[in-house]
């Protein structure tokens, strides 16, 4: 397979991917984390909070909420998420059962509504995160001046012509949860591979709000 990505702005879509794999060092890591979450006005960040870390608190407002709909590859994602963190990231009940237009917090998982750029669907619409279903926009102001994000998103798995891999579905639950533009190793090549994950785990490990110069990295693969 090639590798097709689109960055638009007003969404990130993922689709088929292959690539080497490759691990940078803790000077890459933080280059990569400032490209996807600590800098940049572009999409999805708005310049707000720009040079600060930006992630969901789990720490005071709780674990991050998912309705799964029982979708499996989700929750595989989800359990391969968790063991590569080392702690539970995800409250997998408290929404499980409220309807969409209730939820005021979390994640939404949403089968088979992946579209493209411009609202098509083809054979490349594997994965994207959204506002909502036929959509390709995120919400307005989903994170506050201090760098939390707190507010309800779609994390869309496969389409009509596409049928979501387990690293396309990891790759979206990363930009849910505070990634933003690709990097090497993130959508550039690989879907993901240990760069990723080493960007995900520093995101969450750093408070939010930490500046470059506060990072305290850690390479965990």
Known sequence: ???????????????????????????????????????????PWS?????HLKRWDIDTE?????KTNNNALAIKAMDKIE????????????IANVPNDEITRGLIISEGTAIGPGGVVDKNSCGMVSKNIGTTAYPNSFYTENGTINTVLYVHL??????????????EFGH???????????????????????????????????????????KIK
Not at 47 to 51: K, L, M
Not at 83 to 94: A, Q
């Open 62 to 66: 709780g674990l991050i909420p998912v």
């Open 1 to 43: 397979m090639t590798s097709k990505l689109y960055f638009l702005g007003v969404c990130f879509l993922l689709f088929a991917c292959e690539g080497s794999e490759r691990t940078v060092n803790e000077e890459g890591i933080i280059n990569n984390m400032n490209i996807t979450n600590l800098y940049g006005d572009t999409f």
């Open 176 to 218: 849910a949860m505070g990634a933003g533009a690709h990097f090497n190793g993130f959508g550039h090549g690989d879907a993901i591979n240990n760069d990723f994950w080493n960007v995900l785990y520093n995101l969450y490990k750093n408070v939010i709000g930490a500046t470059e110069n506060q990072l305290i990295i850690d």
């Open 47 to 51: 310049g707000i909070a720009s040079g």
């Open 158 to 171: 496969s389409s009509s012509k596409c049928t979501a891999s387990l690293e396309v579905a990891i790759h």
């Open 83 to 94: 063991e590569v963190m080392g702690v539970p990231m995800f409250d997998r009940t408290s």
